[in-house]
């Protein structure tokens, strides 16, 4: 152990804020606050460091970034744009990009950080959601972070319209004729975000302060309230030898996991810094000013948009027009629907999942994703639906790299889009139950150890041997279903959770989620685990 | 372990080491962790907690620090790179100097970060010795106790509030708030101008209006870009395709509004071979010999639709793939838009291609009130 | 090292590229210019001698599907195989077998660019270092160029049409580049894209991308005019002359001028941006994530 008393500067300091604020026994509290270890437990952090980058770059750039679409003709260094008439905002991000020693980097690294923050937030819940660590008591933190993806979408396009350049000038068209759409309100809408008509002067400016102020000061704080109420629950665990639901095991705040953050904190820094020097990013000065009369085939969003794009790409014709008024429902389906079924879903699932397991205790320790079939089949259909809506946004570059026809990539994602989930999530849930039969036979049977008997009579057979500690305890992690009393009992007198319609249908969905669960549990010697699989969903395990 | 598990949030027990708590303001609830060293089976992964060797210490050390030279050497770089050389010849211009720029600034950071990142991780995993640990974790939820002594509290205050037993004063207050919340709402009206009859007209009505004031047919169109009015025998190539915009836009609009205007009235004219062309009922002549003029903004969400193949007469949009068939009055083909293209009635005079009056209907999206 | 060596060879590429560009353009032109002249310069007997040469190559490559006289062919259906040749003029020709795209292999949505065939091949190599092998490919070569002006002088004989540019017509460096990004993003880019990467069509058709280097500014300049396969034409009196050359050094200067951020990731936009937020961005950061919580080394044990 080390010396008895730190150093006197730290004493004077911690005494200091010690007899002001009471501090020190919540840092007395929290020094070695446990954090338990697993990769994919960083991937939020790569959020919250790419959010810090883009603070900084961000309040760069405004130095010099002037919001105004006045326009002015172009005298700048770059030769093959001058006399060039422009906005101003896209004048001074060229001179950003030209003539700011840096400021090529500060604006590379920024878009960089922006994709990378909204990528990570997506990699981050999706483990969250596979691993079940959304479950109670943190269904709070889970809405957080749905609210955030949401505003981080906002926050991108906005970002990314404020150069008008062509592209981004493309974009906000397609937003502007989106809002349009909108029923009773919809050129309302348009004439009040526009301040008339489009694209007109006001757009830039207004994006400007909502991209640099209102936004980021949202995010900001439901950034800090994830992270407090992260700090207060206590992180969950992987279902791993010394995690239970009564403890955390792991490494202590101070020094290991504040060294470990650290070193992490700069890797997210670094990764983006080196796709800031070496990937060119949204090179606007290629993509020219706006220009209302001007297009680029292959005109995409980034990529957290693709999903909205890939919609409105495959979606037929539907318009309505009755008593002199028009329905575009050729805009609005794919405009709210695909994102209202998966951010809608995500943020209900939670709710919905304890309330059809009927689940109401806290979870700390994660599920592995094959013990729960039914959560991780529906994840993969939102994953599958997700992603080909996504491919979809980019169906004339798929045409066009893999030379086929344009309608063709239309008419296969029109299909695709609801096949695709269907399949995935039989595939996902076979292979679920698939993997739970190993489990459930590794238990039971023991591993193959590659040796060979052979017995008196002259029987061949191999030795099973029993499974490692850590890799029971990570197979018996599993919760065994507990089928619900039946919806009737003998007396025919119905269940109390099952009355009414509703009532009914939970009994059904809950059926569904364990009816075919295979339990692993450990047998005395000699039952054969054939027998365990056969007799299925009766054994019930406390 | 501590044993002692139903000692909650909230709760004036003694500590964990006898002496009472004090609650921080500002701090998280004071539920109690314990820190306890792992005691016996505890399989800590290989090496943690171990007493380390002292050569292969000092090892690790040298590389780390190594690391951080390394980190220290790029930041200068860095710092001497934009001081002493990015600043030449009267500072960074152009394409050129940018790419050096990018290059020497990106890649220093880069390799600043990721050296002081290395270094770091190797410092934990190598010469930290802290043992994986085990801390309890507590139930959220307050005590039964707790909880009906605060729902007694409160109850306590609303009664002497008096919010319950006076209707009166709760109405008031909950009337006096409702017009001071809508009050914001009210100070956005001047946004924008209301919608009015805007969406349904483009500047070639303007135009014409003028155009036939002063006697005129129509008003002639130009070529985006280079403003250069079109003859028919400019035009005259089947398979011609060219953006236009009606004659003195760029010059008669007020400034500010001349991407607006042109974001309503770009157009595209097209010549479809005469044998091909099925004029539409009732537009039988608003073509010149196949010429045929259409809105170039989409009538799904308003990119322009700008792709025409001479070969299929498609016009394609870019943006979604909606699909118009120029040959038969820009009809729907393929993809998300409901509704053809708006085309443009066209005439001659002068030799000229001239627009005769606007579109019939309006460009663009379509809207609630559209019709 | 070998990475910046490699960055810091690009621009010499680039300007190897111009200068095989201008050269080929001299070459065509040297082939062609006296053409105008030729009634007086020349005696009509060689000209009429070049004609008949260029109808025998038709006769030869192209008239078993454009017909013996030039005047297209038709299926059993009435469809037609390949179109009339009569008045598409000397540039359709130049561009369709400059680009290899004529002759045609088989037909499919889109007759693709390709190497020309020997005998219109005028782009071979001819830098060798031995002299005789040299002197063989220029002899080859000036043999393809008066092989390929025969032809175009033959088809345009048949009934005009649009001729090939002069090269002072289609000289990069004289053209306004600012009103040629505005025309190009007007009337060009919604098919070939900003940077001229190219896109898709409809029915699995696609416009080619302009960005390579074997794309000349006088193929540029004869696709604008003649329009071929789906591409609409821009004839001289609506995008005129200086319009075309201003678009041609547009594209030029584009396709030249290096990209200062980088990689420039195909220069296709967002799609291979996200690509590479995914598999780059967040593939290192998960590696480091997977090292930094990964078990500890065993070997610093003491023993």
Same mark, same amino acid.
């Given at each position: ?45 790569? =959020? ?38 422009? +906005? ?207 297009? +680029? ?64 205790r806290q979870h700390h320790v994660n599920t592995r994703p094959r013990n729960a079939p039914v959560r991780t ?14 491919? =979809? ?93 039946? =919806? ?18 939970? +009994? ?35 | ?99 050096? @720029? ?24 190598? /010469? ?77 009505? &303007? ?6 004031? &002063? ?8 070529? !985006? ?33 001349? /991407? ?31 010429i045929v003029a259409y809105s170039k903004v989409c009538t799904h969400v308003g990119c322009p639709a700008a ?41 001659? &005079? !002068? ?5 005769? @009056? ?14 | ?108 949505? $889109? ?31 000036? $043999? ?84 071929? $396969? ?11 002359? $200086? ?61």
């Amino acid at each position: 152990m080390s010396q008895a008393t730190p150093p006197k500067a730290i004493e004077g300091t911690l005494g200091f804020i010690d007899e002001r604020l009471g501090s020190t026994t919540f840092f007395r509290r929290n020094v070695k606050k446990v954090f338990p270890d697993h990769w994919s437990f960083m991937l939020g952090e790569i =959020a919250l460091y790419s959010f810090i980058i883009l603070l900084l770059t961000g309040t760069f750039l405004t130095l010099w970034f002037k919001p105004s679409m006045v326009e002015v003709v172009y005298d700048g260094s770059y030769t093959k744009l001058q006399g060039v008439k422009m +906005s101003e905002a896209y004048d001074s991000t060229l001179h950003i990009s030209f003539d700011v020693r840096g400021g090529l980097l500060m604006r590379q690294i920024h878009h960089w950080a922006a994709i990378l923050f909204m990528a990570s937030i997506l990699a981050h819940m999706l483990r969250v959601f596979f691993t079940g660590a959304y479950r109670k008591p943190r269904e709070l933190n889970w809405l957080i972070g749905i609210g955030m993806f949401t505003l981080g979408m906002l926050e991108g396009l906005f970002g990314y319209s404020l150069p008008d350049d062509l592209l981004s000038g493309t974009g906000l068209r397609i937003t502007q004729g989106v809002a349009e759409s909108i029923p009773l309100v919809g050129t309302y809408i348009y004439m009040f975000l526009f301040g008339g008509e489009f694209p007109g002067q006001d757009i830039v400016p207004r994006l400007y302060m909502l991209h640099i102020l209102l936004i980021p000061a949202l995010i900001l704080g439901m950034v800090t309230a994830h992270m407090m109420i992260m700090w207060h629950q206590k992180h969950t665990a992987m279902p791993v030898k010394n995690q239970t639901e009564q403890q955390v095991y792991g490494y202590p705040f101070y020094p290991v996991f504040m060294a470990k953050t650290g070193a992490y904190f700069l890797f997210t820094f670094g990764v983006v810094a080196l796709l800031g020097a070496f990937a060119q990013i949204n090179p606007i000065w290629l993509f020219g000013p706006y220009d209302p009369g001007a297009i +680029s085939s292959g005109s995409q969003p980034d990529w957290y948009m693709g999903v909205l794009e890939g919609a409105l790409r495959i979606m037929p014709n539907w318009e309505i027009t009755a008593w002199g008024h028009t329905l575009s429902l050729n805009v609005l389906i794919p405009a709210a629907v695909p994102l209202g079924i998966v951010f809608g879903g995500a943020a209900a699932w939670p709710f919905i999942e304890a309330w059809v397991t009927g689940d109401k205790r806290q979870h700390h320790v994660n599920t592995r994703p094959r013990n729960a079939p039914v959560r991780t089949a529906t994840g993969m259909a939102a994953v599958t639906f997700y992603g080909l809506l996504w491919l =979809a946004g980019a169906n004339d570059v798929l045409a066009e790299r893999f030379h086929v026809s344009l309608f063709a990539t239309t008419w296969f994602f029109r299909v695709t889009v609801f096949l695709g989930p269907l399949i995935a999530f039989i595939v996902t849930k076979r292979i679920c139950l698939g993997l739970q039969r190993k489990d459930a036979d590794t238990i039971g049977h023991g591993v193959e150890s590659g040796v060979i008997l052979m017995s008196p009579e002259g029987r061949f057979s191999e030795r099973h041997e029993a499974p490692r500690e850590e890799e029971k305890t990570v197979i018996l992690s599993k919760e065994n279903a507990r089928p619900e009393a039946p =919806a009737r009992d003998a007396e025919g007198i119905p269940a109390p959770g099952s009355k009414g319609p509703l009532g009914h249908l939970r +009994s059904r969905l809950n059926r569904a989620w364990t009816f075919d669960d295979i339990p692993v549990e450990e047998h005395e010697h000699g039952h054969s685990d054939q027998k365990a699989i056969e007799s299925g969903s009766e054994q019930v395990k406390h | 372990m501590s044993d002692d598990k139903n000692e909650t949030e909230g709760a004036q027990g003694p500590g964990e080491d006898g002496r009472r708590r004090e609650r921080v303001i500002g701090t998280p609830s004071p539920a109690r962790e314990k820190a306890l060293l792992a005691e016996d089976d505890i399989s800590a992964p290989a090496g943690v907690g171990e007493q380390l060797d002292e050569a292969s210490m000092k090892r690790a050390e040298r590389i780390v620090a190594t690391f951080f030279l390394v980190a220290f050497a790029a930041s200068v770089a860095f710092i001497a790179y934009f001081i002493g050389w990015s600043g030449r010849d009267g500072g960074m211009h152009g394409v050129v100097r940018a790419r050096e @720029s990018n290059f020497w600034l990106g890649g220093t950071m880069a390799l600043s970060f990721i050296a002081m990142a290395v270094g770091v991780t190797i410092w934990v995993r190598r /010469l930290m010795t802290s043992k994986p640990i085990v801390q309890e974790r507590h139930e959220l939820a307050a005590d039964e106790e707790t909880r009906a002594a605060f729902a007694q509290d409160f109850l306590e205050g609303a009664e002497d509030s008096g919010i319950t037993k006076r209707p009166l004063l709760r109405r008031t207050l909950l009337l006096a708030a409702a017009p001071l919340g809508l009050a914001p709402l009210v100070l956005l009206r001047d946004l924008g101008p209301l919608p009015e009859k805007r969406l349904r007209h483009t500047y070639w009505g &303007e135009a014409v209006k003028k155009a036939q004031a &002063e006697g005129k047919k129509g008003v002639r169109l130009v070529v !985006d870009g280079t403003n250069k009015p079109l003859r028919v025998s400019d035009f005259s190539s089947p398979g011609g395709m060219i953006t236009v915009l009606p004659e003195g836009i760029e010059e008669e609009v007020p400034e500010e509004q001349v /991407l607006t205007q042109n974001a309503k009235a770009v157009t595209i004219l097209i010549n479809v071979p005469a044998d091909k062309f099925k004029p539409a009922k009732g537009r039988e002549n608003w073509h010149v010999n196949g010429i045929v003029a259409y809105s170039k903004v989409c009538t799904h969400v308003g990119c322009p639709a700008a792709l025409y193949e001479q070969t299929t007469h498609h016009i394609l949009c870019p943006c979604h793939q909606s699909t118009f068939d120029a040959t038969d009055a820009a009809k729907v083909i393929f993809g998300p838009a409901a509704r053809p293209l708006p085309q443009l009635p066209l005439s001659v &005079e !002068d030799g000229y291609i001239v627009a005769t @009056s606007d579109y019939h209907e309006p460009v663009g999206p379509s809207f609630w009130e559209r019709g | 090292m070998k990475r910046i060596t490699a960055w810091r060879r690009r621009p010499w590429a680039g300007y190897a590229v111009v200068l095989a560009a201008l050269a080929a353009i001299g070459v065509v032109y040297a082939g062609f210019s006296p053409r105008s002249d030729r009634a007086e310069a020349q005696s009509s007997a060689q000209a009429a001698q070049d004609l008949k040469h260029g109808q025998e190559l038709f006769n030869k490559n192209c008239a078993s599907c454009h017909g013996l006289n030039a005047e297209g062919t038709k299926d059993a259906k009435g469809k037609p195989i390949a179109p009339s040749l009569i008045g598409v003029g000397a540039a359709s020709v130049d561009f369709q077998v400059s680009t290899g795209r004529m002759p045609a292999m088989n037909p499919g949505a $889109q007759v693709p660019r390709k190497e020309p065939i020997p005998d219109f091949n005028t782009s071979i190599k001819t830098d060798y270092e031995e002299p005789e092998k040299r002197e063989a490919a220029e002899k080859q070569k000036a $043999q393809a160029e008066k092989n390929l002006a025969d032809l175009r002088a033959w088809i345009a004989s048949l009934g005009g049409g649009p001729e090939v540019p002069p090269a002072s017509a289609v000289d990069p460096d004289k053209g306004d580049v600012a009103l040629g990004g505005k025309l190009f993003r007007t009337n060009c880019a919604q098919c070939h894209n900003f940077t001229g990467q190219g896109g898709a069509l409809t029915g699995g058709k696609y416009a080619p991308p302009l960005s390579g280097d074997d794309v000349t500014p006088t193929q540029m300049y004869e696709a604008m005019v003649t329009g071929p $396969q789906a591409m609409p034409v821009f004839n001289d009196t609506t995008l005129t002359p $200086q319009d075309k050359q201003a678009i041609i050094s547009y594209l030029v200067k584009t396709r030249e001028e290096p990209n200062p951020g980088g990689n420039g990731l195909g220069r296709i936009g967002p799609v291979s941006e996200g690509l590479a937020g995914w598999l780059i961005g967040i593939g290192l950061l998960v590696l480091a994530a997977m090292w930094i919580t990964a078990k500890k080394p065993k070997k610093l044990k003491k023993s």
